[in-house]
């Protein structure tokens, strides 16, 4: 050890110092350019009649109660709840009620189907987070 040590010049110190402080620049700059990405998680409900959409909500922590009804047809009923991160078919005057036996849906791809009224609601992630998830689901073996 001593025979290294002999080796190195007092430069030699200065050089290792400043490569080892150049070490910690890009955990820096990782955690910096986190903190500015505080934006909210959230996800898109669709709702679809006939295939076209007639509106979307933002499902979110900060999203209000809130009660729509949809008359696909004549004769016809659908009143869609959502409530923070969560969106139901509440009621609806089909036969079956599987869209209302569905209850809750809240996570990306789940949906409801009210085959009847042609109503479907559909949850998405929004195009800004979804390149996020591939990254995460992408694990070295």
């Known amino acids: 050890m001593k025979h290294i040590l002999r080796q190195l010049r007092p430069f030699?110190?200065?050089?290792i110092g400043i490569t080892l402080l150049l070490s910690f620049v890009p955990a820096i700059v990782t955690y910096a350019g986190s903190q500015g990405q505080a934006a909210e998680p959230y996800l898109i409900a669709s709702i679809r009649i006939n295939g076209e959409i007639v509106e979307e909500f933002k499902l979110s922590k900060s999203t209000p109660h809130k009660e729509v009804t949809y008359y696909p047809n004549p004769g016809q009923y659908n009143i869609i709840e959502v409530d923070g991160e969560r969106i139901r078919d509440k009621e609806d005057n089909s036969p079956d009620q599987i869209a209302v036996n569905t209850g809750w849906i809240s996570k990306s791809g789940e949906i409801a189907v009210c085959l009847p009224h042609n109503l479907i609601i559909e949850i998405r992630t929004p195009e800004d987070q979804e390149s996020d998830?591939?990254?995460?689901?992408?694990l070295p073996i």
């Not at 030699?12 to 050089?15: Q, Y």
């Not at 998830?133 to 992408?138: A, F, G, R, V, Y």
């Open 12 to 15: 030699d110190f200065i050089l």
């Open 133 to 138: 998830e591939e990254e995460e689901l992408i």
